[in-house]
């Protein structure tokens, strides 16, 4: 691969031209008065200028391949911050279990590569673990990295919860969508909408405040729920939790369309419920698989501790292809 094909692939020039914009905005007034907007905004410049300055010095082909795996990175949103959902299959306090497993490797996985990851909203198991979570995370590329993870996993062990040591099979569905900029150009109909407020509650149900501040909103339509309590009032809370739900509608009318396309081409339809994309198994042997790519573990503990760089990669490479 020679250098200007590296150079498309890096998308070279729309980087430079994002360095341009970013400088533009920091010279502006008021850039430092959002102090977390401002630090990530720039952490993303130090971080273009850092791939501009290694493609203008990559001569040799352990840098040149070591660029490539940028190019892994060519989603129109894959470097952008993510929102990620988790929620429970059905099976009662085996699916919730689970479902707080894959939240804990998320955040583990988050804090290996550097990203800022906050739980916004929680539903606590009745007896373990949960039924649902909203993660927002920042970073460069966490959407691109986390992509990855976008569907149903499958877990199979002897449970701790089971008196005669039976094994059981467990569900539970991530869902991962770009944390998009600017989410303005969505309009949502308030009637299409149903808001409850209820009091916050932390691990393992300890109220966190005396006022009913969580907020939880409903899209009929689509059957989209956001539910965030970790803001300090009620209102900040409605405002992040519809954030969220525009930048959930935002998503879903971009892969509405691209499946759109998908089909008027024949193509494949994307996984949904009931189609694991990969199993975490611990009994009756150890192994964690992924369905898409056929990539394998033989130590889950190691992946369920967030280690998922490999995982991950394998899923860009073949998308990539």
Request: aromatic fraction near 8%.
């Amino acid at each position: 691969m020679n250098k200007e094909e590296l150079s498309n692939l890096l998308r070279i020039d729309q980087k430079k031209k994002e360095v341009d914009e970013i400088n533009k905005q920091m010279l502006s007034a008021g850039f430092w008065n959002d102090s977390k907007k401002a630090t990530a905004i720039s952490q993303k410049l130090a971080q273009l200028n850092e791939i501009i300055k290694r493609f203008d010095e990559a001569q040799t082909p352990e840098q040149i391949k070591q660029l490539q795996k940028e190019a892994l990175f060519a989603g129109e949103y894959d470097e952008m911050g993510a929102i990620m959902s988790i929620h429970a299959g059905a099976g009662g306090t085996e699916a919730q279990d689970w479902a707080q497993m894959l939240e804990r490797m998320y955040l583990r996985y988050c804090e290996e590569k550097g990203f800022k990851a906050d739980i916004l909203g929680q539903s606590n198991g009745d007896e373990a673990g949960i039924k649902s979570a909203e993660i927002q995370i920042e970073g460069f590329r966490a959407y691109g990295y986390l992509k990855a993870e976008a569907g149903v996993h499958r877990l199979v062990r002897i449970s701790p919860y089971d008196a005669d040591k039976s094994r059981h099979t467990s569900f539970a569905l991530v869902e991962v969508v770009p944390s998009f900029d600017k989410v303005e150009d969505v309009e949502i109909d308030d009637k299409d909408l149903k808001i409850d407020v209820y009091r916050a509650s932390g691990h393992g149900g300890q109220s966190v405040n005396t006022t009913d501040s969580a907020v939880r909103v409903t899209h009929l339509p689509t059957k989209i729920v956001v539910s965030v309590q970790n803001e300090r009032s009620q209102v900040q809370n409605r405002e992040v939790a519809f954030k969220i739900l525009k930048a959930k509608l935002k998503a879903k009318a971009l892969q509405d369309k691209l499946q759109k396309e998908r089909n008027l081409k024949g193509g494949h339809v994307s996984a949904e419920w009931g189609n694991q994309i990969r199993s975490y198994v611990l009994q009756p042997y150890q192994q964690v698989k992924d369905h898409r790519t056929g990539y394998e573990s033989s130590n889950p503990q190691k992946v369920l501790d967030g280690q998922l760089e490999e995982f991950v990669l394998e899923f860009l490479k073949l998308s990539n292809k």
